[in-house]
């Protein structure tokens, strides 16, 4: 079945540190991947998406690529600020059950001022 | 403002009592679900809708209850059945996007006495 993997947190870092938060997955077909962030105390916000390989999403300084030859989407940020801090989610879903979007475990993100 | 208003946001039970939250969305969208988050983990699917009066298990229905006799409404019991109800519960909906393209509510915090 359908399946993603994220890196364990916490990671904390400086401000202006390079972020990477990896995500891989396992799927049949062509599914759709997407970030999700999530502040304290709050529900999930989508924060980028990509629904073919090779394209890539963007939002707020952030990245992510679909690499279809490694079936990652690993989350990138060149510079990140104190406001970054969050729970971000890899998730993923197929056509072939687009109603059950499988979710990753989630990774603490903590930035240091 | 267009938005999904899940209440109450916090709410505390007695053992042995039925609870409902209540997810109420002006989206216009179709799909709604009902994710249940617990502390450090990922998003457990309950409940989903795609439709107006039809509704499918997810992942960890057993104690939970939902209906959906409006396209606006799909609120979730919690009932004496749920042997572990303290949670973090997230309502969202899909609209005709991208499958996985979900809006999430706030969220309600669920706390057993």
């Known amino acids: 079945g359908n399946s993603v993997t994220q890196m364990e947190g916490p990671v904390t870092l400086s401000e202006e540190a390079f972020l990477t938060i990896n995500c891989t997955y396992t799927a049949t077909g062509y599914p759709s991947l997407f970030w999700y962030v999530q502040y304290p105390g709050e529900g999930l916000q989508l924060l980028l998406k990509a629904t073919k390989a090779d394209d890539k999403g963007s939002n707020k300084g952030f990245e992510a690529t679909y690499r279809k030859e490694t079936t990652s989407f690993h989350l990138e ?24 979007i499988i979710f990753g475990s989630g990774t603490r993100l903590s930035i240091r001022p | 403002d267009g938005g999904i208003t899940q209440s109450p946001k916090y709410l505390f039970r007695k053992e042995g009592q039925n609870v409902t939250l209540s997810c109420e969305q002006n989206l216009n969208h179709d799909a709604m679900y009902w994710y249940r988050q617990d502390p450090g983990q990922g998003l457990r699917l309950i409940y989903y809708s795609q439709i107006v009066n039809d509704f499918q298990k997810g992942d960890i229905a057993e104690g939970y209850s939902v209906s959906r006799e409006k396209k606006e409404s799909f609120p979730l019991t919690v009932t004496s059945a749920q042997k572990n109800p303290t949670a973090f519960y997230l309502c969202a909906t899909g609209g005709q996007g991208t499958p996985g393209e979900l809006f999430f509510g706030e969220g309600s915090r669920l706390t057993v006495l």
């Open chain 1, 77 to 100: 940020k060149g510079s990140v600020q104190v406001s970054d801090s969050a729970v971000y989610f890899c998730a993923l879903s197929s056509y072939s059950s687009a109603s059950k």
